[in-house]
């Protein structure tokens, strides 16, 4: 739907989290196209596939991605290739299915000591630096654990003025939207009625005069008719309509 007028919202970027979690198959034994991504081909989105345990990298393809949607408002795609190191669950053993690549799974060193090494050698932090982040976070996820255990949510918590405003209107207090059966009359003529010029196939006049027929005796008003009466009473009203289906 990308580029469909009434759908598109001007470009949306996709992430899709590869760690190859289909691992009881190969991709050419699970689907026609290489690459997750192949979808994206149909649209002609930009696809990016990058290394997950490059930091640098995975940062340079989202800010091109971001300002590729920004410039061009058009779908791009990140294919962010990594890797899952345990199965599903704890039940779940995926050397059964695939030991071969867990073997390397299991020599991989982790994304986040890469780039704490990397940044070692770059200058940018030393090791007391590294230990007292680590320390800070640990402190952080501890204190959030031992809340977790007495905090208590209320209902209340998650409600949002928008939806609160809705749920509050009263049925018993909303105008009534009907209108005149004179009103109805008048645009059902209009509608109903084919220009006097011009040649009509012989099955759409049979339907347009079997509507004004029913709008003139009030019987028979078919679902189509119905619609386009609402439709056209809106309209009149200063109401703009989307037909979107």
Known sequence: ???????????????????????????????????????????????????????????HVFKIAAEYRQTFNHDVVIDLIGYRKYGHNELDQPSFTQPFMYQQIAKMTPVAR????????????????INALKANIRKELEEGYVQSKSLEYKSEDWKTEEWQKIKTLDVKQQKNSG??????RDI????????????????????????????????DIDWGTA???????????????????
């Open 1 to 59: 739907m990308q580029d469909l007028k009434n759908y598109t919202v001007g470009g949306t970027i996709h992430v899709i989290v590869n760690n190859q979690i289909g691992f009881t198959t190969t991709p050419n034994k699970a689907r026609s196209g290489v690459y997750s991504t192949d979808l994206a081909k149909a649209i002609n989105a930009p696809i990016f596939h990058v290394n997950a345990d490059d930091l640098d990298s995975v940062h």
């Open 114 to 129: 890469i780039y704490e090494q990397k940044l070692k050698d770059d200058g940018v932090v030393d090791d007391d630096k």
């Open 179 to 184: 209108i005149p059966v004179e009103r109805v």
């Open 188 to 219: 059902g003529t209009k509608i109903t009625a084919l220009p006097s010029s011009g040649e009509f196939h012989r099955l759409v006049k049979k339907i347009f005069e079997a509507r004004s027929k029913s709008i003139s005796t009030g019987v």
């Open 227 to 245: 619609e386009a009466l609402a439709f056209a009473s809106l309209i009149e009203d200063g109401f703009q309509v989307r037909i979107s289906g």
